[in-house]
Structures are given as structure tokens and as C-alpha cells.
């Protein structure tokens, strides 16, 4: 954008020129439109040091040494909104590994409140034996049958059991909570970069609306000029606004790219 106002400029000073020299214009109009053009020019210079420092950035940022890379173009499609909010809000719940992890935690603290629970339980065993023994004589017994059980039940260590089993209750609903607080995060958190990225969108729109205002400005105001009816100055400002609309929309479709990125 820089290099083409550059280029535009350089042909207005050229036929500004021609038109001082003809008598048909002022010397106050060639001034403020080599003005303008020197203007551009330093500003081109700015933009091409910035782009050049970002390469470089962008190669350190990657591991490459410092070593300038040039980005690929960006896409032709312009950024949308989330169509669906919800689903990628659980989407998002699913896919944190921090809340999987919480998840795990919550399985084995019920898993453990549970297990201390039925440890305040009798312990009851059972056991069978049967025996079968060949020439024992007539008042021998071939075959011995015995079963039995047993109860094992601590009553004096209920009131430690129970301690147990509400401490494990506790801590499982105490990852519980933190698992709730962590899954509210999120839902804000994607709510809030969807609602960014509609507005970004929405930004971009009203960018795209005013370069085409400015467009048609600067062709009215050029056509005056070409009559008679409008000054350099003011020619030269209707660029401006045109450039300064472009890169409005340049800014706000980066922006737009941005928000997309961070919310999908």
C-alpha cells in the first residue's frame, strides 16, 4: 500500500510539474504535492525497516537463529464468526487436558471415599473343607464334610472409619468444585473470544464499507479538481483518507484473522 501511494504520488508530482510549468497551477499546489510525496516516502521507508525487523522476528520466534522469514500470504477467504458458540464450548471442555486430568482426580476421590465407606463393614469369611479317605475299615468315615464362618467387625475403631470416609467425601467434592470453577473459566473464556471474533468481523465490515466511501470521495474530488472546482489540497487530502481507509481495513482484517485463530 505504501509503495503504490508512492508510485500514485510520484505521477500527480509529474503532471504537477507539467502544469507549473504550463502556468496552470500555483506554486503553493506543486509544493504540497511534492510534500505529499516525500511524506509517503518516509513513510514507505518506516514500514519496509518494520517488515524487515518482524522477518527477523519471526525467524528467532521459530528457532531459525534470527534467520528473516517471510510469512506465507495470508488467506484470500475473509475471517466468520462461530457459527455454533455451544459446540466449541464443548469441545472445549472435552479437549482440555487440565480438566481431563481434574476428571481422573474426582474418579479416584469417589473411588476412595467409597472404598473407605465399605470399611466400616464386618468383615465376614467363609470356608469349606471336604475330605474323602479310602480303607478306614467299617467304622471309618470315607468322606469328612466341615463348614464354617467367620465375622471380624472392629466396632471400636467406627468412629476413625467414619472420620475416614468424610474426609474422602471431602476431598472428592473439593475437586468437584475446582473442576465446576475450571469449567465456568472456560465457557467465559470462549464466549468471550467468540463474542471478539463476531466483532472483529463486524469491524472488518464497516472497513470494507468506508474504503469504498473513501474510493468514491477521492474520484469526486479528483473530477472537481479536473474542472476547477476543487484545490490541490484538497485532492490530496481525499487521498489520504482513501489510504488511511485502506489501511483501516488491512488493521481491522488482521485483527479479524487474529480473533479467529484465538477463538476456533
Given at each position: 500500500?505504501a509503495?503504490?501511494?508512492?508510485?500514485?504520488?510520484?505521477?500527480?508530482?509529474?503532471?504537477a510539474q507539467?502544469s507549473f510549468?504550463a502556468?496552470?497551477?500555483?506554486?503553493?499546489?506543486?509544493l504540497?504535492t511534492?510534500l505529499?510525496l516525500?511524506?509517503?516516502?518516509?513513510?514507505?521507508?518506516?514500514?519496509?525497516?518494520?517488515?524487515?525487523?518482524?522477518?527477523?522476528?519471526?525467524g528467532l520466534a521459530i528457532?531459525?537463529?534470527?534467520?528473516?522469514?517471510?510469512?506465507?500470504?495470508?488467506?484470500?477467504?475473509?475471517?466468520?464468526?462461530?457459527p455454533?458458540?455451544?459446540?466449541?464450548?464443548?469441545r472445549?471442555?472435552?479437549?482440555?487436558p487440565?480438566?481431563?486430568?481434574?476428571?481422573?482426580r474426582?474418579e479416584?476421590?469417589?473411588?476412595?471415599?467409597?472404598?473407605?465407606?465399605?470399611?466400616r463393614?464386618p468383615?465376614?469369611?467363609?470356608?469349606?473343607?471336604?475330605?474323602?479317605q479310602?480303607?478306614?475299615?467299617?467304622?471309618?468315615?470315607?468322606?469328612?464334610?466341615?463348614?464354617?464362618?467367620?465375622?471380624?467387625?472392629?466396632?471400636?475403631?467406627?468412629?476413625k472409619?467414619?472420620?475416614g470416609v468424610k474426609a474422602?467425601r471431602?476431598?472428592?467434592?473439593q475437586v468437584?468444585?475446582?473442576v465446576e470453577?475450571v469449567?465456568?473459566?472456560?465457557?467465559v473464556?470462549v464466549?468471550t473470544?467468540a463474542?471478539?471474533l463476531a466483532t472483529a468481523?463486524a469491524?472488518?465490515?464497516?472497513?470494507?464499507?468506508?474504503?469504498?466511501q473513501?474510493?468514491?470521495?477521492?474520484?469526486?474530488?479528483?473530477v472537481?479538481?479536473?474542472a476547477?472546482?476543487s484545490?490541490?489540497?484538497?485532492?490530496l487530502?481525499?487521498e489520504?483518507?482513501?489510504v488511511r481507509a485502506?489501511?483501516?481495513?488491512?488493521?481491522a482484517?488482521?485483527?479479524a484473522?487474529?480473533?479467529?485463530?484465538?477463538?476456533?
Amino acid at each position: 500500500m505504501a509503495t503504490a501511494q508512492v508510485e500514485g504520488l510520484e505521477a500527480r508530482v509529474a503532471t504537477a510539474q507539467a502544469s507549473f510549468e504550463a502556468g496552470t497551477l500555483t506554486r503553493n499546489d506543486l509544493l504540497l504535492t511534492q510534500l505529499s510525496l516525500s511524506q509517503a516516502r518516509q513513510a514507505a521507508l518506516q514500514l519496509t525497516a518494520a517488515r524487515d525487523a518482524a522477518y527477523g522476528r519471526l525467524g528467532l520466534a521459530i528457532g531459525n537463529g534470527g534467520e528473516p522469514v517471510r510469512p506465507e500470504a495470508p488467506p484470500d477467504r475473509a475471517p466468520r464468526p462461530v457459527p455454533d458458540v455451544e459446540a466449541l464450548v464443548q469441545r472445549a471442555l472435552s479437549g482440555r487436558p487440565d480438566l481431563v486430568s481434574m476428571r481422573h482426580r474426582v474418579e479416584a476421590a469417589d473411588a476412595s471415599a467409597e472404598a473407605a465407606s465399605w470399611g466400616r463393614l464386618p468383615s465376614i469369611s467363609a470356608m469349606g473343607v471336604y475330605q474323602h479317605q479310602e480303607g478306614q475299615g467299617l467304622f471309618g468315615e470315607p468322606d469328612i464334610f466341615y463348614a464354617g464362618a467367620t465375622l471380624d467387625w472392629n466396632v471400636w475403631a467406627w468412629g476413625k472409619a467414619a472420620a475416614g470416609v468424610k474426609a474422602a467425601r471431602a476431598a472428592s467434592m473439593q475437586v468437584d468444585h475446582q473442576v465446576e470453577a475450571v469449567e465456568a473459566g472456560v465457557r467465559v473464556e470462549v464466549r468471550t473470544r467468540a463474542a471478539a471474533l463476531a466483532t472483529a468481523t463486524a469491524a472488518l465490515e464497516i472497513a470494507l464499507v468506508s474504503v469504498a466511501q473513501a474510493e468514491e470521495n477521492r474520484m469526486i474530488v479528483e473530477v472537481r479538481h479536473g474542472a476547477g472546482t476543487s484545490t490541490m489540497a484538497e485532492l490530496l487530502d481525499a487521498e489520504l483518507a482513501l489510504v488511511r481507509a485502506r489501511s483501516g481495513q488491512v488493521s481491522a482484517r488482521v485483527e479479524a484473522w487474529r480473533a479467529e485463530a484465538v477463538a476456533k
